[in-house]
């Protein structure tokens, strides 16, 4: 068993400290319960209780926790980028998506961006002496007066000074640059992007994002036109060789956003390095597309073991759900589809009415604008919605609906997926992720 198990701490249980450590957040926990003897100092109730244990190497602690972190819920981001998403919220959405989260305990747990803006001292001890590693950081643009600009915080520090820093601490780190057209693009890129260079192999990597922008945005930034994003991305793919060259990867990597908008294909595999930073959406679409290639294998193998006869699906037409921006990928796909299974496939791309047409990836879009414009079409049997929609702990969508009251309103089945294969495998009866509606 774990040691929580040996010593019996109990759920609702509040864990204070470790070996005479005050534990702020699990990042705590786990720098500081790696030794084999442990104090435990718990809050149970109106009770303090102090457990002592023995910890055995690979033992597990066996803790989990409401929050990763006890102080604050989370740290608060004291910049007002134009861009910023959480500024640009259409009004009347749940409270949690109008918190503009900057924590760097983050960063290291789950791999979101910071811009390191608002780290105290003691913040920094924290990263250098328990070695936070790697760290995920927002640079924009490395020259200060305009990253201060950018990020419109007069106060925000040298990022370069902060992430040599980092690096003499032997920190590894992956960066983003937003890049929004008249801004911080042309000169401001390259420059950005070779000061980074200079601190490989600390820093990881630099992926390259379009700006995205709400219909409710204010001030002046505007999103790229194709010929802006090609001229972007152009610059951006030519500098791979010569980093591939110099660090043996190819360093920078535009997401799959510049390929989606300009119409372009998306490079094979090996373009991405083997660099981990799909949440960030680079290498998705690839990653989509060879999914499909093992899928029609599948379906030639089931065809050929059941001697070439149709499919007997109880759903005969289907309506797949995306974002204006994958839909002609998808569209491309499905026709193959539907001419492997002889399933009535449509693909139907929703425009986002909540925040704008400009946002056009399907991790954004609206529960009500999905059911608004599938009931102006005609859904068929099977309605399949991009599980990324509902990417919350709740499985709800941004608007607050569960696949189950969408299903209830359509009075049509619904399935979630992430690719053609979770398609293939709700035809088949076999999808996890499968919803019907209750009346």
């Known amino acids: 068993g774990s040691v929580a198990d040996d010593i019996g701490l109990q759920v609702g249980d509040e864990l204070l400290a470790i070996n005479d450590n005050k534990v702020e957040d699990v990042i705590d926990v786990q720098f500081y319960s790696a030794e084999e003897a442990l104090e435990l100092l ?198 791979q060789p010569q980093f591939q060259e110099q660090f043996g990867v190819r360093f920078v990597y535009p997401t799959d956003e510049w390929y989606l908008v300009t119409g372009r294909t998306v490079p094979p595999l090996e373009a991405y390095d083997e660099q981990q930073l799909h949440e960030n959406g680079l290498g998705l679409v690839r990653m989509f597309l060879d999914d499909w290639e093992g899928v029609k294998e599948e379906i030639g193998d089931w065809r050929l073991a059941h001697d070439g006869q149709p499919l007997i699906a109880d759903y005969q037409s289907l309506t797949l759900v995306t974002g204006a921006l994958f839909a002609g990928v998808l569209r491309e796909t499905a026709v193959e589809f539907a001419t492997l299974t002889g399933v009535n496939l449509h693909v139907l791309p929703i425009v986002n009415e909540r925040l704008g047409a400009t946002i056009t990836v399907a991790g954004l879009l609206m529960a009500e604008d999905v059911l608004r414009q599938l009931a102006a079409a005609e859904y068929g049997d099977l309605v399949v919605l991009p599980r990324v929609m509902f990417d919350h702990p709740d499985t709800i969508s941004l608007d607050d609906l569960s696949p189950q009251e969408m299903a209830n309103r359509l009075n049509c089945v619904v399935a979630l997926a992430d690719t053609l294969g979770d398609v293939w495998d709700a035809l088949l009866g076999v999808s996890s992720v499968m919803v019907a509606p209750e009346n």
Request: aromatic share 12%.
């Open 42 to 239: 718990v809050r149970r109730g109106d009770e303090y209780l102090l457990f002592e244990a023995e910890r055995e190497y690979h033992q597990a602690l066996g803790l989990g926790f409401a929050h990763p972190t006890f102080d604050v819920d989370i740290r608060r981001c004291n910049n007002l980028c134009e861009f910023c998403f959480v500024l640009q919220m259409a009004p009347k959405f749940r409270r949690t998506l109008y918190i503009k989260d900057d924590d760097y305990r983050y960063s290291f747990l789950f791999g979101h961006f910071v811009t390191l803006t608002n780290l105290s001292e003691h913040d920094w001890w924290r990263i250098e002496t328990m070695g936070l590693s790697p760290l995920y950081i927002s640079v924009h643009v490395t020259d200060t007066e305009m990253r201060r600009q950018f990020l419109r915080n007069p106060n925000a520090p040298d990022i370069v000074q902060q992430l040599r820093q980092l690096a003499g601490w032997g920190i590894e780190m992956h960066t983003q640059l937003v890049v929004a057209p008249g801004w911080n693009d042309g000169r401001w890129l390259e420059r950005s992007i070779r000061e980074l260079a200079e601190l490989w192999p600390a820093v990881q990597s630099v992926s390259v994002v379009p700006v995205g922008l709400t219909r409710h945005h204010k001030y002046g930034m505007r999103p790229h036109t194709p010929q802006e994003a090609a001229v972007t991305l152009d610059f951006v793919t030519a500098l």
